[in-house]
C-alpha cells in the first residue's frame, strides 16, 4: 500500500491490462474474474464501496462486488457529477477535479457492527492519475471514516 491509501493487484498491462477493460466494458467473464480477484485481496469482514465511473454512478464496479463470495457488505454509496475521465482531462491539459464527490452514509446504519472490523474498501477496476482515488477517499473521510482504495491495477500516468 502507498501513502496515500491505496493498494492494487498489479501493474496495468498484459492479461491485467483486459481485465480491467473488461470489467468497464461490461464484459461478464471480467466481471466474475475481477470479483475473485478482490475476494483474495480484501479481508473477510469488511464494508465495500464500489467506485463510481465518469458517469456518476457505480454500475460496473457494484456488479463486481456481487461477485465477491466473501462475507462482506456493500455499500454503493458514492456519486459524482457525471464528467470527463480523469484520463481525458489529463490528456487535453487539464487538472482534473473532484466532480463533486460525493459519500451518501445514511446507508452505513443497515451495515451491521461487525462489519465495520475490516474498514472500508473503495473498489475500482484502475488506478491511473489517483484523482478519483483521492477524492473518493476525501468524500468518505467527511464522515469521520478511514478508507483504503483497491484496484485491479495500476497505471502510473506518464
Known sequence: MNKRGMIWYGR????????????????????????????VMLPDRCIVVPMPSHLGDARQMLEVASRMPG???????????????????KKDGYAPSDFGMQFLSSALEDAPSEDFAGG??????????????SAARRAVAVRGLPSIVCALAYSPWR
Open 120 to 133: 472500508i474498501y473503495i473498489i475500482d477496476n484502475v488506478i491511473c492519475t489517483g484523482t478519483t482515488a
Open 12 to 39: 496495468y498491462e498484459g492479461w491485467l491490462r483486459l481485465l480491467a477493460h473488461g470489467v468497464k466494458d461490461g464484459d461478464r467473464e471480467c466481471i466474475i474474474k475481477a470479483g475473485r480477484l478482490f475476494d
Open 71 to 89: 462475507h462482506r457488505f456493500v455499500l454503493d454509496s458514492l456519486t459524482c457529477e457525471p464528467h470527463e475521465s480523469c484520463y481525458s482531462q
